[in-house]
Every structure is written in structure tokens, then in C-alpha cells.
């Protein structure tokens, strides 16, 4: 099995963007911008059952308090990036935690963010890390076919085609690509593939009757219950239900030997936050 990644600057991500940002105005603001000691601000985009745990621990080690702002499930990793980019005159986040890295290289290219280094970093591959020290790579999931073993028999579906297979006609299921990993998916599509074939791929979707979930999550939990037979989610969904005792199983795709597409979570500090030193030390944790 081949395992791709990306640090790929891509066109569709303005596509993204653009439509997440319209509400964007509408958020409340997260904080007065000045500084305090005792504190760091975090927007994370990763779901807070797995992000908030960490938290609380690291303020329980160093004393510092974490303002803690997350994403919703149907604007996952675009809110907060627009939050960030509106923010930008006077910036109220410290450290961004983004459950994937193409959102985080549009930040750096549009001057949202600022170069740091931390010793934790060191142990982190190149590969992983951006060249100017802008954000770190860490806890990477894969984008896997999850599918109800109750629903599905073998030969299993193997590849993000087979969503456009007439075999599986009405029974696939994607999350919209406009946020979170799923949107990174399409714009990696954008970029291996080109327009044309991207476009002619998304509207095959709409002829197989692919069904369209809100979010990854989402997706999960109707495999899960048995309302959809399958559909492409990521590895950490996928475990949430294996760990419910779902009827569920996992193929990690490449059927079609294009691999399966491995995306990072990222963190980076952001330009002009109230509390650079304490946005290092939580980025080094």
C-alpha cells in the first residue's frame, strides 16, 4: 500500500475559503487580544474529545490557563481559518491546532502566521515540518473506506473510484468537500488529477447517487447504525466506532494504486498573538 501526503499549495482551497468565509463576520469576538500572563489562547479545528484531554494536562503541568475555541462539525478547520484571517488586524489566537495542512499553508501564505521553534520539534522528520518553520506536522490520519459489515460482503470496495463504481450505485457516502479532510482530499484530487478530471469525478458522484454527509464524523455514524453501507471517512472516526462495538470494518484504499492519502494535523503560532511565549511553550507540548 502506497501512502501519500501533501505540502502542496492548491487552487481549490479558494473555493473552500470563499464559501466558508461568508458567515465568518458573524462570529463573536474570542478574546480582548491583550495578553496575560496565566494564559493561551487555542483555536483547534480537531474535535475537542481528543483535543481538550491534552489541554487540561498541560495546564495542569505548567500552571497555564488554555482559552480554549473549536470548530463545528459543518464548518470544520474553514471557521476558524476565516476567524484567523478576519482577526489578522489584531489578532485574538495564539496557537492554531488544524486537523489537516492545507488550510495551514493558505494561513502562512496570507501572513497569518509566525515562524517559531520548540524543542519537541526537533524529533519531527522534514518531511513533516515547513522548510521556514512556519507549522509542524504530527498525528496524521488516513482517509479509509469505513463500511457496515452487516450491509457489505465481500469483494469490499478498495478505492475512492469505487464511489463511482455502478457496482456500489446509491451506496457510497463522502462528506461535503468543503471543510476539515475532506476538502484537502478534493484539492489533492485538484492538484494530481487537474480540473477537468476533478469536476468530471464530483459530478460521476452525483450520478451513482453518492449520498453527501455533513462532516466525517457524521459519515461514521451512518455507516455505523446502518443508514449508508460505506463511505470515505478518516482513521480516527473510523476507531470511534470500532471502540463502540459498531459492525463496522476499514479498507485503506488503493484498489486503483493511486495510494491512500495520509494528512497530518498541523500546528502553528499565529502572527501577533497576545501570548507568543506561552503559545510556544503549548505548541512544544
Known amino acids: 500500500m502506497k501512502i501519500t501526503h501533501t505540502t502542496a499549495t492548491l487552487p481549490f482551497l479558494g473555493l473552500c475559503l470563499l464559501l466558508a468565509?461568508?458567515?465568518?463576520?458573524?462570529?463573536?469576538?474570542?478574546?480582548?487580544?491583550?495578553?496575560?500572563?496565566?494564559?493561551?489562547?487555542?483555536?483547534?479545528?480537531?474535535?475537542?474529545?481528543?483535543?481538550?484531554p491534552l489541554m487540561d494536562l498541560f495546564t495542569q503541568r505548567t500552571g497555564i490557563n488554555v482559552r480554549f475555541n473549536t470548530d463545528s462539525e459543518a464548518t470544520k478547520t474553514t471557521g476558524l481559518v476565516s476567524r484567523i484571517i478576519n482577526e489578522q488586524a489584531r489578532p485574538r489566537c495564539d496557537v492554531f491546532w488544524n486537523n489537516e495542512i492545507v488550510q495551514t499553508i493558505h494561513l502562512k501564505r496570507n501572513g497569518c502566521l509566525a515562524p517559531f521553534s520548540v524543542e519537541n520539534q526537533k524529533d519531527i522528520p522534514a518531511a513533516w515540518k515547513d522548510p521556514d518553520g512556519f507549522w509542524v506536522g504530527f498525528a496524521a490520519r488516513a482517509r479509509v473506506i469505513i463500511l457496515n459489515t452487516n450491509l457489505v460482503?465481500?469483494?469490499?470496495?478498495?478505492?475512492?473510484?469505487?464511489?463511482?463504481?455502478?457496482?456500489?450505485?446509491?451506496?457510497?457516502?463522502?462528506?461535503?468537500?468543503?471543510?476539515?479532510?475532506?476538502?484537502?482530499?478534493?484539492?489533492?484530487?485538484?492538484?494530481?488529477?487537474?480540473?477537468?478530471?476533478?469536476?468530471?469525478?464530483?459530478?460521476?458522484?452525483?450520478?451513482?447517487?453518492?449520498?453527501?454527509?455533513?462532516?466525517?464524523?457524521?459519515?461514521?455514524?451512518?455507516?455505523?447504525?446502518?443508514?449508508?453501507?460505506?463511505?470515505?471517512?478518516?482513521?480516527?472516526?473510523f476507531h470511534v466506532a470500532l471502540l463502540d462495538k459498531k459492525p463496522v470494518d476499514v479498507v485503506f484504499p488503493d484498489g486503483d494504486g493511486d495510494g491512500t492519502l495520509l494528512i497530518p494535523n498541523t500546528v502553528c503560532m499565529v502572527k501577533g498573538g497576545p501570548n507568543p511565549e506561552n503559545a510556544k511553550k503549548l505548541i512544544d507540548f
Open 21 to 52: 468565509g461568508l458567515g465568518a463576520g458573524l462570529w463573536g469576538c474570542g478574546g480582548s487580544g491583550d495578553g496575560d500572563a496565566g494564559e493561551v489562547v487555542l483555536y483547534a479545528s480537531l474535535d475537542e474529545a481528543y483535543s481538550r
Open 153 to 237: 460482503k465481500a469483494p469490499y470496495p478498495d478505492s475512492l473510484k469505487s464511489l463511482v463504481d455502478p457496482r456500489f450505485k446509491g451506496k457510497g457516502a463522502l462528506a461535503r468537500p468543503l471543510n476539515g479532510t475532506t476538502a484537502t482530499h478534493a484539492a489533492v484530487l485538484w492538484a494530481k488529477w487537474g480540473p477537468e478530471l476533478t469536476k468530471r469525478f464530483f459530478a460521476d458522484l452525483e450520478e451513482n447517487g453518492v449520498r453527501r454527509c455533513a462532516g466525517n464524523a457524521h459519515l461514521m455514524r451512518e455507516v455505523a447504525v446502518g443508514n449508508t453501507p460505506w463511505g470515505f471517512t478518516d482513521t480516527d472516526d
